[in-house]
């Protein structure tokens, strides 16, 4: 049965053991704020760091042919309770279908019994909780006075980390550089038109010298200029998540304060970490710690001005989690979604 959801629900309890709610793009834009998902993924980092989540690695499945990879993600959190699986696909041949790279779904589960509550957009939630874990870094991590962002990345998580930087920091000026100066330029027009930000395309060199710098690209190789990072930059690295791929410099890691979402994930997929590893550029044992630990005040954050921070992420399950928990719960208070049942 697929209906949608409005008059004649049925009650909250019945709700949840019987029916599953579809959650398209559409209804996620319409529910999650990014500042709620934003406090919402710092207490789950919190979560994390302080051992209330059960997170096994994600596992990979490559085609044959070696033309894209299926990913796996479930996770558990004890609280808030929230219990369930991404299937994220990266194919990098779909740009030249017009596809997206990566594509993802999400399926919530219930946490007392394990019944399906929703299956939703998993690339929506996806971007939301990624630029909202910069965000949180950025937030804890970077100069309160910090007014410059640099964007390397035109795309979805390009657009989302602006959003979400400006909601943490005085963000006034925007410096963007993609794949082409078409791109780059076409982004700051659509920055400057959606948040009123003074944006413009740039150089490598001069998004690298922003206060603070994101890097959201499939760049396999780096794209931050190490020379040109400022004194006192903050630096968001999101878009590698393979062991052999990276976006930045092994001299900029080597001379930073290096912080990851979590240290199973970086030091088994983090190129960014693991290539200057092996070039003896770096020591993993030198990451100051996970995020969820400077939350919890357990790790010390930024100490000091001229400090070049960097938080490191090739993606957590737990912040899937806890963002689809939100959509869900927001779902449920605003009648939004499609109504499905398996029997």
Not at 91 to 98: D, H, L, P, Q, S
Not at 121 to 128: E, H, I, M, P
Not at 240 to 262: I, K, N
Not at 287 to 308: D, N, P, T, W, Y
Request: include cysteine; proline fraction near 5%; aromatic fraction near 6%.
């Amino acid at each position: 049965m697929v209906g949608s959801y409005g008059s004649g629900r049925p009650d909250r309890a019945t709700w949840r053991t019987a029916m599953t709610l579809l959650l398209s793009r559409e209804h996620l834009a319409a529910l999650l704020d990014l500042s709620d998902v934003i406090e919402t993924v710092q207490t789950a980092f919190a979560a994390y760091s302080s051992g209330r989540t059960v997170m096994p690695p994600r596992s990979h499945v490559a085609t044959p042919d070696g033309s894209g990879v299926l990913l796996a993600m479930p996770c558990a959190i004890v609280e808030p309770p929230a219990l369930g699986a991404k299937i994220v696909s990266v194919f990098r041949g779909n740009v030249a279908r017009g596809l997206p790279t990566v594509t993802s779904l999400y399926v919530l589960c219930d946490y007392a019994t394990g019944a399906p509550l929703a299956v939703m957009d998993g690339s929506f939630l996806t971007a939301a909780r990624t630029a909202a874990a910069s965000a949180v870094a950025t937030r804890w991590l970077a100069r309160a006075e910090a007014r410059t962002l640099g964007i390397f990345g035109t795309g979805v998580q390009a657009r989302f980390h602006v959003d979400a930087i400006r909601r943490v920091r005085p963000i006034e000026r925007v410096l963007v550089a993609g794949t082409s100066h078409e791109k780059a330029a076409g982004f700051a027009q659509w920055v400057g038109e959606t948040f009123g930000l003074s944006a413009e395309a740039a150089t490598a060199a001069q998004v690298s010298s922003a206060d603070v710098v994101c890097t959201c690209t499939t760049s396999p190789v780096p794209v931050v200029i190490d020379e040109a990072v400022q004194p006192g930059a903050h630096v968001n690295a999101i878009g590698a998540f393979t062991p052999q791929t990276r976006e930045l410099p092994g001299e900029l890691v080597a001379r930073a304060s290096v912080y990851v979402d979590t240290r199973a994930g970086a030091f088994a997929e983090a190129g960014d970490l693991l290539i200057p590893a092996a070039e003896g550029r770096f020591a993993l044992e030198s990451v100051k710690g996970e995020l969820g630990e400077v939350v919890l005040g357990a790790v010390e954050g930024r100490r000091a001005a001229g400090e070049i921070t960097i938080y490191k992420s090739v993606g957590a399950a737990f912040l899937d989690a806890a963002a689809a928990r939100l959509a869900y719960e927001r779902a449920l208070a605003n009648g939004m979604g499609k109504a499905f049942t398996f029997r």
